[in-house]
Nanobody, 122 residues
């Protein structure tokens, strides 16, 4: 019933910008943390940024000062503004959400989107 759908990925030159979006849909009662992860081929999935329901944020050291995570609670949507992109940012970016539904509101579950490709060229 719950799904996360990412959008906004694409090809961009080094130094450029992209804005990723992730919309959560379904019988959602409450969303706590929302996050963005990245995964390059053959590498482990890594946390990029996380934002709490109240708007507190944390970032991986590699993206501090360049990326900004935000959310629209009314739309159940999280964003990742990516500036000053580098070739090493190339990866599939996945949206993640910790949420509970109306049907099972006594427990939080973790959900993943399908991912969106970001490619940064030199």
């Amino acid at each position: 019933q719950v799904q996360l759908v990412e959008s906004g990925g694409g090809l961009v030159q080094a130094g450029g910008s992209l804005r990723l979006s992730c919309a959560a849909s379904g019988s959602i009662f409450e969303i706590n943390d929302m996050a963005w992860y990245s995964q390059a081929p053959g590498k482990q999935r890594e946390l990029v940024a996380v934002i709490s329901s109240g708007g507190s944020t944390k970032y991986a050291d590699s993206v501090k000062g360049r990326f900004s995570i935000s959310r629209d609670n009314a739309k159940n949507t999280v964003y990742l503004q990516m500036n000053s992109l580098k070739p090493e940012d190339t990866a599939v970016y996945y949206c993640n959400a910790d949420l509970r539904t109306y049907s099972y509101s006594w427990t939080f579950n973790n959900y993943w989107g399908q991912g969106t490709q970001v490619t940064v060229s030199s």
